[in-house]
């Protein structure tokens, strides 16, 4: 099973990004995906969470109101909707899948995306 996520690049602040994760197969149906980010430096955090069947999401105060996090089931992908982008968001950008325990915020996934950078300039 791996996780490709695209969508990353350079944008100036202010401006907006769509990152897509993808599943090699449809084995994710049935399992929490999230979004995970790494600054420089900085522990990986978490950015938002989606539900099985995409009815809740999660997301970290530092980009609610600005990020939506979306998922398609029959095309095995999972969106990640960055609007109003701040150059404190510049990091490499992880899709995860299959939570493993209740905690949708904790890095508890089974599976784990390469990442995708995201820099933003101010």
């Known amino acids: 099973v791996q996780l490709q996520a695209s969508g990353g690049g350079l944008v100036q602040a202010g401006g907006s990004l769509r990152l897509s994760c993808e599943a090699s197969v449809p084995t994710f149906i049935g399992d929490y995906m999230a979004w995970f980010r790494q600054a420089p430096g900085k522990e990986r955090e978490f950015v938002a969470a989606i539900s099985p069947s995409g009815s809740m999401s999660d997301y970290s105060d530092s980009v609610k109101d600005r990020f939506t996090v979306s998922r398609d089931n029959a095309k095995n992908t999972v969106n990640l909707q960055m609007n109003s982008l701040k150059a404190d968001d510049t990091a490499v950008y992880f899709c995860?899948?299959?939570?493993?325990?209740?905690?949708?915020?904790?890095?508890?996934?089974?599976?784990w995306g390469q990442g995708t950078q995201v820099t933003v300039s101010s």
């Open positions: 995860a899948g299959r939570l493993r325990g209740a905690q949708v915020m904790s890095p508890n996934y089974v599976y």
